[in-house]
Structures are given as C-alpha cells and as structure tokens.
C-alpha cells in the first residue's frame, strides 16, 4: 500500500520568514495530494491540494509543488505568522473511480510548525 | 449549511467494553470515511462508505465495523475494545463523483479507554 513520509517533525520559524514542509509517496498510482492544517483539539482543516496533472499550485501565501518522477511534494508557507502555527498534514491517494472521491487518504506523521514573534 | 457532526465528542470505556460513533455527513454527501488518528499522529483510514456500500477498509481488525444508513449517516462499532483504541475518531464526507474530492472532517469523538 501506499506509504507517506514527512519531514522535519518540528519546525520553528520567525514571523514573516518562510516555512517549507516535504513530503514523498510511494505509489505512483497516486494522483491527489492535499495538505491539511490540525489547531490543537480541532479538526484537520485543508488548505490547499494537488492533482498530479499539474506541478504547482498557489493561494495567497500558500503554494504546493509535485514532483512526480521523484514522488515528492512540499507546502511552502511565505510571510508566516503566528496564526500558522498548527501540525500540518501531507496525505496520498487515488481519486477517482466509482465514488470520484479520494476518501483512502495516507497520511504522513505530521510537522508542528511554531511562528515567533 | 452544518458541517460534518459527529456525537458523542468525548468517551470514556474501559477495556472489553464495546462502543458505537456516529456521523452525519454534510447535506448532500453520499460517501463518509472514518479515520483514526493517534495521539501525535496522523490519521488512519479505517471505512469509506459510498451510497450504504463499504468501498474500503483499512488495516484494522474485525473488532471495527461501520455501516452507512440511507440518509447517508454512518455508525462506527468497535467491539472488545483495547487500551490502544484509545484515540481520536474522525469521520469526513465527501461528495459526488466528478467534484474536487475535498473531504470534510468532524471534530472528531475522542475515546478513552481505561
């Protein structure tokens, strides 16, 4: 089955630096890589996602990258601020098929991100 | 529009002891998943349901089971329940095919067992 590994496990950056997360996958068939964000006792959040059809994607200050022949993908985070602060989830899978869905995620172990003031 | 609710939030078993989550997935949503998530890990899929069928099942064992109801909620059994069941349960729902595929976490029934 599929297999994700995430690094580093803690990271801790200066508000308004930049923050990078990375990720690699094991199963090439896997076409769908979202990332979420997980505040303490709350829920995973997305906040942003990936099909393998593209190599980039960007929103506001939160960019995702796919490297499909290397099987590797990273969430850069620009002008952090403690708001961001959080463990941040990279996840796999196939979507599509009957359901359409990616419901079979796998998730990697999780990066807790700490912005300081 | 409600999100994903799932009851009870907190529990507390002891070992032997059998328990049953509930979900109800956002209106409109035909599949719902359940996953596992550790203390300091990331979440385990366990079940996804699609239209009242099992579509996947996780590595866990028999002890669990799901099904889905026809308005689209979803029970989570777990039976014998072990000291490492204690966890986090969540439960996400996701739409029709053809859409962007996003699933839609609860906040999850955090288990404890004793």
């Known amino acids: 089955g599929e297999n994700v590994e995430q690094h580093p496990s803690t990271l801790s950056v200066q508000e308004g630096d930049s923050a990078v997360i990375k990720c690699t996958y094991s199963?090439?068939?896997?076409?769908?890589f979202p990332w979420y964000k997980q505040e303490l006792g709350k829920r995973p959040q997305l906040i942003i996602d990936i099909r393998s059809n593209v190599g980039e994607k960007k929103d506001q200050r939160i960019a995702v990258t796919l490297n499909k022949t290397a099987k590797h993908f990273s969430l850069h985070i620009t002008e952090t601020q403690p708001e961001d602060s959080a463990v941040y989830f990279c996840a796999a899978s196939i979507a599509g098929g009957l359901t359409g869905t990616a419901s079979k995620l796998t998730f990697g172990t999780g990066t807790r991100l700490q912005v300081t003031l | 529009d409600a999100g994903v609710t799932q009851s009870p939030t907190h529990l507390i078993k002891t070992r032997g002891q059998h328990v049953t989550l509930r979900c109800s997935p956002i209106s409109g949503h035909k599949s719902v998943s359940w996953y596992q998530q550790v203390l300091g890990q990331g979440p385990q899929f366990i079940f996804q349901?699609?239209?009242?069928?099992?579509?996947g099942r996780g590595n866990f064992p028999d002890r669990f089971s799901a099904r889905q109801f026809p308005n689209y909620s979803s029970e989570l059994n777990v039976n014998a329940l072990l000291l490492g069941d204690s966890a986090l349960y969540l439960c996400a729902s996701s739409g029709v095919p053809g859409n962007t595929g996003e699933l839609f976490f609860g906040e999850g029934s955090r288990l404890t067992v004793l």
């Open positions: 199963d090439s068939a896997s076409n769908y």
């Open positions: 349901y699609y239209e009242k069928e099992e579509r």
